[in-house]
C-alpha cells in the first residue's frame, strides 16, 4: 500500500513538473479550446457537411442518393452558373473600386473645419444603414417611371433607362449601389489610419518640395498600408459573397442575368429544393473564396514575422 501511495505522489509531482516546464505552450491552448470546440461545430462541422452533401441529390426531406460528381458534371454545363460567376468577376473587380473612393473621401473630411464631424457622420451613414434599405433606395433611383433620377433627367428631355429591367445593366446597377455602403466603410478605415500618419514627415516632404500626388504616394500611402489591407480584405470578401441587394432589387433577374453564385445557391436549395446541386455551387464559391483566404493569411503571417 505504501509503495502505491509512493507510485502515485511520484506522478503527481512528475505530471507538476511537466505543467510547470511546458505551461506556457499549454495555457493557450487551454484557453482557446472551448473557442475551437464553438468552432468546429458550428463552422468546420457544416463545412464538411455540405461538401458531402454535394456529392449527393437530396430535396431536403427523405433519404439521400448518392450521385458522385454528376452535381459537378452538371455546373460544367449550366450556363446560368457561368453567368453567375462572371457576375462574381465583375462585383471583385468593381467593388475594389471602394477602397480608392473611400481614399479619395477620406483625405477631404480629414481637417479641422466646424462641422467636419457632422459632415463625417453623414458620409459614415449608409454602411450603418441596412442593406435591405440601401436596395430599395436605389431600386426606386433606378425606377424610369417614378425614380429620382427619371424625375430629374425628365424637364431635360432625357429618358433614363430601365436598368434593372436590362439584361446588360441590371448587375452593374446593383453593383453601384454595394457601393455606397461599402466606400463609407473604407472610408472609416483611412480617417482612422490618417490620423496614426506621421505629421513630422509631411512637414519635411514638404520643405523638400514634395506636394499634392507625389506627397500623397510617397509619404501618405505607405504609412496607410494597413488600412489598405484591412480595406482590400473586407471588400474582396464583401463582393465574393454579395448576396443581399440581388435579392432585393432583382431576385437573379431579368432571366438571370444579374444572378451570383451565393443567390444561385440560395435559389436552388429554396425555391427548387435541389440540396445537393446547392451544395455544390457552395463548394465551389467556399473554393473560390480560399484562395484569397489563404493568401491572406499567409500575407498576415509574413507582415507578423516582418515585425518580429
Not at 511537466?18 to 457544416?46: D, E, G, N, S
Not at 454602411?127 to 425628365?154: H, K, N, R
Not at 474582396?236 to 441587394?245: Q, T
Request: proline letters at 5%; a positive charge; aromatic letters at 16%.
Amino acid at each position: 500500500m505504501a509503495e502505491m501511495t509512493s507510485t502515485s505522489y511520484q506522478r503527481t509531482m512528475s505530471t507538476r513538473g511537466f505543467y510547470r516546464k511546458h505551461k506556457l505552450v499549454i495555457m493557450p491552448f487551454v484557453f482557446i479550446a472551448p473557442a475551437f470546440a464553438m468552432f468546429a461545430i458550428f463552422v468546420i462541422y457544416p463545412i464538411i457537411q455540405s461538401v458531402a452533401l454535394s456529392f449527393t441529390e437530396w430535396q431536403g426531406i427523405g433519404p439521400k442518393r448518392w450521385v458522385g460528381l454528376d452535381n459537378y458534371r452538371e455546373l460544367w454545363g449550366d450556363r446560368v452558373f457561368w453567368t453567375s460567376l462572371v457576375n462574381n468577376i465583375y462585383w471583385l473587380v468593381l467593388f475594389l473600386l471602394a477602397p480608392v473612393f473611400g481614399l479619395f473621401v477620406a483625405l477631404f473630411l480629414n481637417q479641422t473645419v466646424f462641422g467636419i464631424r457632422l459632415v463625417k457622420s453623414l458620409f459614415f451613414f449608409p454602411f450603418v444603414v441596412s442593406q435591405i434599405v440601401v436596395g430599395l433606395v436605389f431600386a426606386w433611383f433606378y425606377d424610369p417611371a417614378f425614380g429620382l433620377l427619371a424625375t430629374i433627367l425628365e424637364p431635360l428631355g432625357i429618358s433614363f433607362p430601365p436598368i434593372l429591367a436590362d439584361e446588360n445593366l441590371a448587375t452593374f446597377g446593383i453593383i453601384v449601389a454595394g457601393l455606397w455602403p461599402q466606400t463609407a466603410y473604407c472610408m472609416i478605415l483611412y480617417l482612422t489610419g490618417l490620423n496614426s500618419v506621421n505629421p513630422e514627415m509631411i512637414e519635411a516632404a514638404r520643405l523638400d518640395g514634395a506636394k499634392g500626388w507625389r506627397l500623397l504616394v510617397k509619404i501618405v500611402l505607405p504609412q496607410l498600408r494597413a488600412a489598405t489591407f484591412i480595406a482590400l480584405v473586407v471588400t474582396v470578401i464583401g463582393a465574393l459573397r454579395s448576396f443581399d441587394l440581388v435579392a432585393i432589387m432583382t431576385e437573379g433577374g431579368p432571366y438571370n442575368s444579374s444572378n451570383v453564385l451565393a443567390y444561385y445557391m440560395y435559389d436552388n436549395a429554396i425555391f427548387r429544393y435541389r440540396m445537393g446541386y446547392a451544395s455544390a455551387i457552395a463548394t465551389v464559391l467556399f473554393a473560390i473564396m480560399n484562395v484569397y483566404i489563404i493568401w491572406f493569411l499567409l500575407r498576415l503571417w509574413a507582415n507578423e514575422k516582418g515585425a518580429r
